[in-house]
């Protein structure tokens, strides 16, 4: 389904009664991602799923997506949809946006998960990476997707899961290129809101892969200390969804009960 925002498109599928979920999507993917959860999680609940700005369905509304502009988009779904609370599950970038919407918003919140993604900004050294990754990206977007979406995986599960990888190839290739560099540049300059994770008004839930290629395993175990934070560990990497899938419906269901 499609709404209007700021004159763009916004792509969103709404299955289900019950609960709210809002999905959230990660860089390079779209609402797809969710696919395999949105049967079982529909049973009992309303499960949207939302294409981000420049990614999917959605189009691109300029040349920087900042977090702030994806989680309005979001909450324009929400408003169109009536939706005064939800359950948000946000993969990496989607985390992101999950936050900056609770920044702006909490009282939308019932619970936060943040899988695969983190509430600290971007270091110094990370900035770099970013800038890095906008070259490549102009050189040759398909080799930078290739190599980006491998390597998010567990370097033993990139040989286990080839059949998926080669699919969530193919989904970001469908991605444009405004929209990774809108997005690029938008992570680049998020905010720092650690302070969130002290918020109690909702529940919180954060999913790690200990051998996360793209994240700080032992920075996120520290941002959780001395909060009411539920942290759930799987033994892979950046991409739960696929390399822990079971493990990862039980817990969102677990979480929303």
Not at 153 to 169: S, W
Not at 175 to 186: F, K, R, V, Y
Request: hydrophobic share 40%; net charge positive; charged share 20%.
């Amino acid at each position: 389904m499609i709404i209007d925002h700021k004159g763009i498109n916004i792509n969103y599928t709404d299955n289900g009664t019950g609960n709210t979920i809002v999905l959230l999507h990660g860089f390079l993917e779209n609402s797809n991602m969710w696919l395999p959860f949105i049967t079982p999680l529909s049973k009992s609940n309303r499960v949207i799923c939302i294409d981000l700005l420049g990614h999917g369905k959605t189009e691109c509304l300029g040349y920087i997506h900042t977090m702030e502009q994806m989680a309005n988009a979001v909450y324009a779904v929400l408003e169109h949809l009536k939706i005064k609370s939800a359950y948000f599950v946000g993969h990496s970038m989607g985390g992101y946006v999950a936050l900056a919407l609770a920044d702006k918003k909490p009282y939308l919140f019932k619970g936060l998960c943040l899988m695969n993604s983190t509430a600290k900004a971007d270091t110094s050294e990370k900035k770099k990476n970013r800038d890095r990754a906008i070259i490549a990206v102009k050189q040759n977007h398909r080799t930078f997707i290739r190599m980006s979406v491998s390597n998010l995986f567990r370097p033993k599960n990139r040989t286990i899961f080839i059949k998926e990888i080669k699919q969530v190839v193919n989904e970001a290739l469908l991605t444009p290129l405004q929209g990774i560099i809108a997005a690029l540049e938008g992570m680049k300059i998020r905010k720092d809101r650690s302070n969130l994770l002290n918020n109690n008004n909702y529940k919180q839930l954060i999913i790690i892969g200990k051998r996360d290629p793209v994240l700080d395993y032992n920075l996120i175990i520290s941002q959780a200390k001395n909060t009411q934070i539920k942290i759930v560990e799987f033994p892979d990497g950046h991409m739960s969804h696929i390399e822990n899938k079971r493990q990862l419906l039980y817990e969102i269901m677990h979480f929303i009960e």
